[in-house]
T-cell receptor, first 114, second 113 residues
Framework: DGGITQSPKYLFRKEGQNVTLSCEQN?????MYWYRQDPGQGLRLIYY???????QKGDIAEGYSVSREKKESFPLTVTSAQKNPTAFYLC?????????????FGPGTRLTVT | DAKTTQPPSMDCAEGRAANLPCNHS???????VYWYRQIHSQGPQYIIH???NNETNEMASLIITEDRKSSTLILPHATLRDTAVYYC??????????????FGQGTILTVHP
């Protein structure tokens, strides 16, 4: 089955710790994205990558970092600098160009920091 | 990107058509209308998109008015599994805002038995 996997589904961390969220896709898509969703709110873009070894900041990149060493993988690190990290994190992928807005999403990781 | 306006919530009886409206009165000529939905605690799912012609796929139909200032997503035979938040998004293909989807509050559709 082609798709996007995110692990784990639930993640708990203590304040002050960095945590890395996994995102893997086997859709052969060039572009990948990370979004954050807070309760009752829409999604906000954190980072995106159009191609391997390249990525761009989204609207709320502060306190986050990413890497794109392989086409299939786009891990997101939530650093201790992120002031309010508890949220639902969603990874997506797409083909470039006109299809860039037809994004396929993973099941999400719910991060709780206490 | 053009701003969109959707009703916060709608109800629909199972088996009936669900018609979800979206206003985008400031839409530009090169902007597409995209629809996504998000079932509770899952990732959003792409449904359909269109520029000016009506579109239909296996999930839904998209009707765009002739002046393109509004559109309606139609789920022809709603089921309980269609209960979700539906997002209407207007984007120009390509350009500097590559891939940057902006999700508003959307419409919570509740399908009743």
């Amino acid at each position: 089955d082609g798709g996007i996997t995110q692990s784990p589904k639930y993640l708990f961390r203590k304040e002050g710790q960095n945590v890395t969220l996994s995102c893997e896709q086997n859709l052969n898509h060039d572009a990948m994205y990370w979004y954050r969703q807070d309760p009752g709110q829409g999604l906000r873009l954190i980072y995106y990558s159009q191609i391997v070894n390249d990525f761009q900041k989204g609207d709320i990149a502060e306190g986050y970092s990413v890497s794109r060493e392989k086409k299939e993988s786009f891990p997101l690190t939530v650093t201790s600098a992120q002031k309010n990290p508890t949220a639902f994190y969603l990874c997506a992928s797409s083909n470039p160009g006109q299809s860039s807005y037809e994004q396929y999403f993973g099941p999400g990781t719910r991060l709780t920091v206490t | 990107d053009a701003k969109t306006t959707q009703p916060p919530s709608m109800d629909c009886a199972e088996g009936r058509a669900a018609n979800l409206p979206c206003n985008h009165s400031t839409i530009s000529g090169n902007e597409y209308v995209y629809w996504y939905r998000q079932i509770h605690s899952q990732g959003p799912q792409y449904i359909i998109h269109g520029l000016k012609n009506n579109e239909t796929n296996e999930m839904a139909s998209l009707i765009i008015t002739e002046d393109r200032k509004s559109s309606t997503l139609i789920l022809p035979h709603a089921t309980l599994r269609d209960t979700a938040v539906y997002y209407c998004i207007v984007k120009a293909a390509g350009g500097t805002s590559y891939g940057k989807l902006t999700f508003g509050q959307g419409t919570i559709l509740t399908v009743h038995p």
